[in-house]
């Protein structure tokens, strides 16, 4: 029972300094991994399903492993406290990648319990803009972010891989890699982003898109086969 509450609070603490974070900050940034102001619309999906989790833990209506919940529940948390300490690299980078862990884990552990896979996939939307945002802090605190274009491209093929093996870990949750896609593309496409001529965007942009093609269609085929 205190497990639901206390999950509950982190949950509220964290969407609720997410919401009122001082994003106003015009500091210039040379980075040149920046998403557009855009693609951070995925937060309405993950806070959204903050609250939808907060309303079925306090009814009492969400019968899962209570450890998966409590740590998504500590991914919203330090979430919140990430936003508050922007500006400090190193202890950016270090809530970064706890938040990462926490969010992770929580999949890996919820999956293997009763919960609902629509659930499931809006709950890893927020596990999958966490690998790319990482990636970014690491890569500013690291100042990759603001070197030659051939280092920061291959920092970022690096992150994908990474990611894309977080995704076969987690044994092919669709909304993990379908955030990490909005992320990348959302990167590649961006004026702020890589400084590499239009025709490479579009070749990385491209491939990333029959990669995916390829995965759903080793998911589904076998499927058809097995009729």
Request: glycine share 8%; hydrophobic share 50%.
């Amino acid at each position: 029972m205190y497990n639901r509450y206390l999950s509950s609070i982190l949950i509220v603490l964290g969407i609720g300094s997410g919401l009122v974070g001082n994003y106003s900050n015009s500091t210039p940034n040379s980075s040149k991994l920046l998403p557009p102001d855009f693609a951070f619309g995925i937060w309405a999906v993950i806070y959204t399903t903050g609250i939808y989790v907060v309303y079925k833990l306090l009814k009492n209506q969400l019968e899962v492993d209570p450890v998966g919940i409590f740590l998504i529940a500590l991914g919203y948390f330090l979430s919140g406290l990430w936003i508050r300490v922007d500006g400090h690299p190193l202890t950016v980078a270090i809530l970064a990648i706890c938040t990462l862990l926490a969010n992770v884990s929580s999949i890996y552990v919820l999956k293997r319990s009763s919960i609902q896979r629509t659930v499931l996939n809006l709950l890893a939307t927020f596990a999958g803009w966490i690998t790319i945002a990482t990636s970014l802090v690491l890569a500013d605190a690291l100042r990759i972010s603001t070197s030659s274009d051939r280092k920061v491209a291959v920092y970022l093929a690096a992150s994908l891989a990474v990611a894309f093996a977080i995704f076969l870990a987690l044994n092919t949750v669709y909304g993990y890699i379908g955030t990490v896609a909005w992320a990348t593309f959302s990167l590649l496409f961006s004026k702020s982003s890589l400084g590499a001529p239009g025709y490479i965007v579009n070749l990385v942009g491209f491939s990333l898109s029959l990669f995916l093609l390829f995965l759903l269609w080793r998911k589904w085929i076998p499927r058809k086969h097995s009729r």
